[in-house]
């Protein structure tokens, strides 16, 4: 490819159509699908997502380039099966791009709290326009989401029709509830497993509602709690060691001691 620069992307495009080329190409790269490539697909996001939790810009670049070949791979699937192209992809996001931001492209004006109704209302009208059979607001919401950011997307599309708490507060008693039917269920005679899971279950979606009343990302705050134990516990490894000791040999006693110690230094 001697006429194309590296970071042009029709040269993208044609090292994929090599790799994808059933004589000369790459065995793996030929016999992938659409299906087959999902799994890589949501690794390479959450990639993304932890170079950037990391603040690693080389690694932000080097996972986004990743995730941008994972397009390039379904286009040129897409394009083999005569469906569609990568110029298709990028045609249509520019289209729904300008279309769903009449107050940058039209003219239109609008204040800024009225940003999401917005949105959510041209994306109704977008779904009536395209005449799918589906019966539900709910209907086309992806049930692969992870089950954090699934919830969150359900709550958020029933909200705008107006089928929502009101006030935080209302949504933090209702958490409160969904803990207090798990203690209940912890304490009966005999624990219904199959009941006790429906329990938590509960407590984890009033918990994501409660996120998003707080205009928190339920998925981010629970990686950022996640991580911070992350810290925490290595913290208590190497206390631990220092001590000469193996973790799986002390009392609760001592592990709580290192605990509360590594709380009271800063996590990196």
Known sequence: MPNEKPGEINTLLNIMAQLRDPETGCPWDVRQTMQSLTRYTIEEAYEVADAITQQRPDEICDELGDLLFQIVFYAQIAEEQGTFTFTSIVEAVCAKLVRRHP???????????????QWEQIKQDEKASRQQSDTSLLDDVPRGLPALMYAQK???????VGFDWEEPQAVLD????????????????????????EEIGDAFFALVNLSRHCNVDADSALRKASNKFVGRFKKVEQAALSQNKDLAGMTMTELENLWQQAKKSPVK
């Not at 359900?154 to 705008?160: L, P, V, W």
């Not at 209702?174 to 899971?197: M, R, W």
């Open 154 to 160: 359900i709550q958020k599309r029933c909200a705008s």
């Open 103 to 117: 107050h940058v492209f039209a003219g239109k004006s609008i204040a800024e709290s009225e940003l999401n109704t």
């Open 174 to 197: 209702k958490v409160k509830e969904e803990v207090t039917e798990i203690s209940d269920e912890l304490c009966a005679e005999k624990v219904n497993q199959v009941a006790l899971e």
